[in-house]
């Protein structure tokens, strides 16, 4: 009796031991039972190294600072750029609410060409610093052609001088809205329905593409 209740404790603990089958121990096992999905932008990676795609940021006008990328860099192909521009986009809507800052680059407070020249950099596309220089870069757009992430310059000082920049977020028939760091009310999204807005437009530039 006393032998069958010691096989009986010792199969108990053999059973108890065995793995089951709800441990994940790595990504590729996560994957296989549709836990875990690889990241969109680890996808878009792999996908241009597997098909050695490259596209570069090009310099439209001479004296573009756009940073020299590494041949180690991954460079995102032409289908995947609406990809890019959705994180730019994304990326400075993070920054909503921040107040205005002059000579601001941080989430303490932006200037207009502040929160512009930080959302590129975070993708390592280097701009320059002011409102105006960043408006001789890039390919200069009709009205028409203008779509998300390209940037929007105003003059807003009474002037010619262009002296305020905004990147678009939405396009629609007869308005385009950009997200930006206005003085007052620091960053948001506005619209060229608004007169002041409708009324200072200078130009609208594309960077990217």
Do not use: W
Not at 126 to 141: F, N, Q, T, Y
């Amino acid at each position: 009796m006393k032998t069958t209740f010691y096989l009986f404790i010792i199969l108990s603990v053999l059973v108890s031991c065995k793995p089951t089958s709800k441990i994940i121990t790595s990504k590729s096992e996560a994957q296989s039972r549709g836990i875990y999905k690889t990241p969109e932008n680890k996808k878009i990676v792999e996908k241009s190294q597997s098909e050695q795609k490259k596209l570069e940021v090009k310099k439209a006008t001479t004296g573009s600072r756009i940073k020299d990328k590494n041949e180690d860099d991954y460079i995102i192909s032409v289908d995947d750029s609406n990809y890019l521009v959705r994180q730019l986009i994304n990326t400075a809507s993070e920054n909503l609410g921040v107040r205005y800052r002059s000579g601001g680059t941080t989430t303490d407070g932006f200037d207009c060409s502040g929160l512009i020249f930080s959302t590129f950099k975070k993708f390592d596309i280097i701009l320059p610093r002011s409102s105006v220089d960043m408006a001789k870069i890039g390919r200069i757009l009709d009205e028409h052609d203008i779509r998300k992430g390209d940037l929007m310059f105003f003059t807003t000082n009474g002037k010619r001088v262009i002296n305020h920049v905004g990147m678009v977020t939405e396009v629609n028939d007869e308005e385009i809205k950009f997200i930006h760091s206005s003085t007052q009310k620091g960053v948001i999204i506005s619209s060229t329905k608004e007169p002041y807005y409708g009324n200072n437009f200078a130009q609208a530039n594309r960077i990217l593409e």
